[in-house]
């Protein structure tokens, strides 16, 4: 076993949590945030969680560096969101060459990262400290699922579901907007269960909008949003949207979310709005939203960033073209990708649910190879590179129990 000395800046990161419960039989961390690295500490590893709004958290982190001096190995905890930027690498980076940090990983579930992390850092050596990690794969609990008490077999209801489709939106994006928008003006939402509370749709529809900008994981494209006095009027007439949870309830706790169990079940396919959509040679990723109709074996049409389905396929999962034309997927253009995608949720709700119900029943493999590879992957043990690269920098310094 052994023994490594720990600083953390947020101690509930997910990822940390994963870690130490995943390799807690060959690795021990003792918590340093509330005790003085004396003499007997000769180094230590330093864990930061990158949530998108935190360059200035991580400036004032640095400070950390300026009191001990101790050799280093700093990871930085991207795996949530895959929220790192070019402006935060270079913070990164300064850090870096004016510190004692011997050594250091980024985690991210961003596989375009490495993209970044070459223009900043330039040199070839560290291009392997980008570790790819999507953080959502490997936890036990989340929004309400836990998949520690899922059942072996899940088919939801086999009877005709009251549903063709479920579209679940809560954190205010222009392209949700702009989704149900859709949806409304084709008459769709009748098919689905949709929900959409107003929040700051409100100040978007009235023009009075502002963005925080140190805030990445917020929309700034909602600052700029244009939309017609038709749009305007049409969002206004069917905002908000509840299924069960109503505006109070989404205000009041950021976590709270309808009874997801029900709604998959009584629904035949998932349209997901991604958290992240307007297109960027700098990312390429996937969140829970995808990993949910894994579990609850929806087939699934996703307004989110291009190539989306080839990371999922890149993944080992199946994706669905004898039901859907996917080539939506590859459209570089916002506009076009998001009507093309659209318009294949109205080619699906077009069909009498009976259909849908047929081609649903006829894509069983497809979803059973899918919910089972997700229960598989959440098995690994991971991230098991972090664990190799921490192992080998304590033991090539001897600090051992």
């Known amino acids: 076993m052994i023994t490594v000395p720990l600083v953390t800046m ?3 990161s ?3 949590g994963t870690f130490i419960e995943n390799f807690k039989d060959t690795i021990h961390f003792k918590s340093y945030n509330d005790k003085i690295l004396d003499d007997s500490v000769s180094k230590v590893v330093v864990f930061f969680e990158y949530l998108g709004d935190n360059d200035y958290v991580f400036k004032t982190f640095v400070n950390y560096f300026e009191t001990y001096t101790k050799p280093t190995f700093l990871v930085i905890d991207d795996s949530y969101e895959g929220l790192a930027d070019i402006e935060f690498l270079k913070i990164l980076k300064q850090a870096i060459e004016k510190y004692n940090i011997s050594d250091w990983v980024i985690l991210s579930c961003n596989k375009r990262l490495p993209i970044m992390i ?3 850092f330039g040199e070839r050596k560290y291009y392997n400290n980008y570790v790819y990690f999507n953080v959502q794969l490997s936890l036990d609990r989340y929004d309400g699922i836990d998949l520690r008490t899922q059942p072996d077999q899940w088919n939801g209801n086999t009877n005709l579901r009251q549903k063709k489709y479920l579209c679940l939106n809560r954190q205010e994006r222009l392209h949700r907007l702009q989704t149900v928008d859709y949806l409304a003006k084709e008459d ?4 689905g269960f949709v929900s959409c509370p107003l929040g700051q749709y409100n100040d978007v529809l009235q023009g ?6 140190n805030l990445k994981y917020r929309d700034q494209n909602l600052q700029n949003a244009k939309l017609s006095k038709e749009q305007i009027k049409r969002l206004k007439d069917n905002l908000p949207l509840h299924l069960d949870l109503n505006e109070q309830s989404y205000s009041k706790m950021a976590r709270n979310l309808p009874n997801v169990d029900y709604y998959f079940s009584e629904s035949y396919f998932s349209l997901i709005t991604e958290g992240d959509f307007y ?3 700098m990312r390429k990723a996937i969140t829970e939203k995808v990993f949910k109709c894994f579990l609850y074996k929806h087939p699934f049409i996703v307004v989110g960033l291009p190539n989306s389905l080839e990371l999922v396929r890149e993944l080992g999962f199946m994706t669905f073209n004898e039901m859907i034309d996917e080539s939506y997927d590859e459209i570089e253009d916002d506009i076009q990708r998001l009507e093309s995608a659209l ?3 109205k080619i699906l709700t077009s069909k009498n649910i009976h259909t849908i119900q047929d081609i649903y029943n006829n894509m069983q493999e497809i979803l059973e190879h899918n919910r089972n590879h997700y229960l598989q992957l959440h098995k690994q043990k991971q991230p098991i590179i972090l664990l190799q690269k921490i192992k080998q920098w304590v033991l090539y310094s001897s ?3």
């Open 343 to 345: 318009e294949q949720v």
């Open 10 to 12: 947020n101690q509930n």
């Open 279 to 281: 297109q960027s040679d």
């Open 14 to 16: 997910r990822s940390l």
């Open 399 to 401: 600090v051992q129990e």
């Open 208 to 213: 009075t909008f502002t963005n925080e900008t």
């Open 188 to 191: 769709l939402l009748k098919h």
């Open 118 to 120: 070459k223009r900043v």
